[in-house]
């Protein structure tokens, strides 16, 4: 009879132990970049290359990895909706490019980066009882050490008008983070136009009160400063033009621009990863 329970206890042991080892996303990474298109279009493998040249500094292991996701227009409502029209940015098909988001470093799917989320086993987070970050999270699908937020663009005229609902943003995005996860929220690069430019700062300050105000672990990194807005803004060779020499994408820097902007931010970022990664 012992020996039964004993048998028994091993098999549920490595059940558990293999059931487990499938919960975890393949390819999760130890820093885990989530946010919008600007990931898709430049920013994510910029990220991949600064990230692996810091690691072994500011608190990130020497052999740490990194993995990012950058879906089309998304922002903290879509990775924290729970109804189907909430989640339609994270988990509806492209109409047209049936692919909606960029995956890069241990996400990577080769030469081409796109993806659809809600397919392949490394993109499921369109499950209908929770939202796409809780999905991220969930049952130790993706557990990272840490986990960066970049994104601004399609909450930037719902920030900049409306102090409330940064907050109601804010308190979304904890609500869905377990407490103990370390965590960055970074807002994205500035583009090229003056007056989207201006609206972003405003956006940029509502939301960044709005974590301060909330008590959120997260630390906030501003992605729009004196010197990336200088780099950027008015500056057509850090974003794709036409043959004419026209900007034809206002809001997506080169892979090129994005490296210059991460340069200029890797100290901000430095400082913002030892905070959130402590010694010991």
């Given at each position: 009879?012992?020996?039964?329970?004993?048998?028994?206890?091993?098999?549920?042991?490595?059940?558990?132990?293999?059931?487990?080892?499938?919960?975890?996303?393949?390819?999760?990474?130890?820093?885990l970049?989530?946010?919008d298109?600007?990931?898709?279009?430049?920013?994510g493998?910029?990220f991949?290359?600064?990230?692996s040249?810091?690691a072994?500094?500011?608190?990130l292991?020497?052999?740490?990895t990194t993995?990012v996701?950058g879906?089309r227009?998304?922002?903290?409502?879509?990775?924290?909706?729970?109804?189907k029209r909430?989640?339609?940015?994270?988990?509806?098909?492209?109409?047209?490019?049936?692919?909606?988001?960029?995956?890069?470093?241990?996400?990577?799917?080769?030469?081409?980066p796109?993806?659809q989320?809600?397919?392949?086993?490394?993109?499921?987070?369109?499950?209908?009882?929770?939202s796409?970050?809780n999905?991220?999270?969930?049952?130790?699908?993706y557990?990272?050490?840490?986990?960066?937020?970049?994104?601004?663009?399609n909450?930037?005229?719902?920030w900049?008008?409306s102090?409330?609902?940064?907050?109601?943003?804010?308190?979304?995005?904890?609500?869905?983070?377990?407490?103990?996860?370390p965590?960055?929220?970074?807002?994205?690069?500035?583009p090229?136009?003056?007056k989207v430019?201006r609206?972003?700062?405003?956006?940029?300050?509502n939301?960044?009160?709005?974590?301060?105000?909330?008590g959120?672990?997260?630390?906030?990194?501003?992605?729009?400063?004196?010197?990336?807005?200088r780099?950027?803004m008015?500056?057509?060779?850090?974003?794709?033009?036409?043959?004419?020499?026209?900007?034809?994408?206002?809001?997506?820097?080169?892979?090129?621009?994005?490296?210059?902007?991460?340069?200029?931010?890797r100290?901000?970022?430095?400082?913002?990863?030892a905070?959130?990664?402590p010694?010991?």
């Amino acid at each position: 009879m012992r020996l039964s329970i004993l048998l028994l206890a091993g098999c549920l042991a490595a059940s558990v132990g293999l059931h487990s080892a499938r919960a975890e996303a393949p390819g999760a990474p130890d820093v885990l970049i989530l946010g919008d298109s600007q990931l898709t279009f430049g920013a994510g493998k910029a990220f991949v290359a600064l990230l692996s040249d810091m690691a072994g500094s500011c608190g990130l292991p020497p052999d740490a990895t990194t993995g990012v996701i950058g879906v089309r227009s998304s922002a903290i409502t879509s990775w924290t909706g729970r109804t189907k029209r909430a989640k339609s940015a994270i988990c509806d098909v492209d109409p047209t490019w049936k692919v909606n988001a960029g995956a890069y470093g241990t996400l990577s799917q080769g030469e081409n980066p796109y993806v659809q989320i809600g397919r392949g086993s490394q993109f499921q987070f369109c499950r209908p009882d929770r939202s796409p970050l809780n999905a991220v999270l969930a049952d130790g699908y993706y557990s990272p050490r840490l986990l960066i937020f970049f994104m601004m663009g399609n909450a930037a005229d719902r920030w900049a008008g409306s102090t409330m609902a940064a907050s109601q943003d804010v308190a979304a995005l904890m609500a869905d983070l377990p407490p103990d996860q370390p965590c960055i929220f970074m807002t994205s690069a500035p583009p090229y136009g003056e007056k989207v430019v201006r609206l972003r700062q405003r956006a940029q300050d509502n939301i960044e009160q709005a974590f301060a105000a909330s008590g959120s672990h997260c630390s906030f990194v501003r992605g729009l400063t004196p010197e990336t807005i200088r780099e950027n803004m008015g500056n057509p060779a850090n974003f794709r033009r036409k043959s004419s020499g026209q900007v034809k994408d206002p809001f997506h820097p080169t892979e090129t621009a994005a490296r210059r902007f991460l340069a200029l931010q890797r100290k901000a970022l430095c400082q913002a990863i030892a905070r959130q990664l402590p010694p010991g």
